[in-house]
Nanobody, 115 residues
Framework: QVQLVESGGGLVQAGGSLRLSCAAS????????MGWYRQAPGLQRELVAG???????NYADSVKGRFTISRDNAKNTVYLQMNSLKPEDTAVYYC?????????WGQGTQVTVSS
């Protein structure tokens, strides 16, 4: 059974930083492109950062230069370093494969940025 468990969210002031982690089990992590997604209230879930099996990264325009995705295949973990956070980054953040597979969505981790 595949499990993706996100952690590291919290409440932070605008301009602050958070580092999210996602621990994967039940999949061959090293052969999957991975992504971080977010969903704000009333909006659709969106991909904010992706990382390929070779480490190539891509970002949504709204987070370029502020967020950094990375992966540690030895630990089956993908990370999202978020700097210079803005109130509009407030959302539930999820990890999944890229593209996302419906059966893999976990509970996510809440990120709240106060102004």
């Amino acid at each position: 059974q595949v499990q993706l468990v996100e952690s590291g969210g919290g409440l932070v002031q605008a301009g602050g930083s958070l580092r999210l982690s996602c621990a994967a089990s039940g999949i061959i992590f090293s052969i999957n492109a991975m992504g971080w997604y977010r969903q704000a209230p009333g909006l659709q879930r969106e991909l904010v950062a992706g990382i390929s099996v070779t480490g190539r990264t891509n970002y949504a325009d709204s987070v370029k230069g502020r967020f950094t995705i990375s992966r540690d295949n030895a630990k089956n973990t993908v990370y999202l370093q978020m700097n210079s956070l803005k109130p509009e980054d407030t959302a539930v953040y999820y990890c999944n494969t890229d593209p996302g597979y419906a059966a893999y969505w976990g509970q996510g981790t809440q990120v709240t940025v106060s102004s």
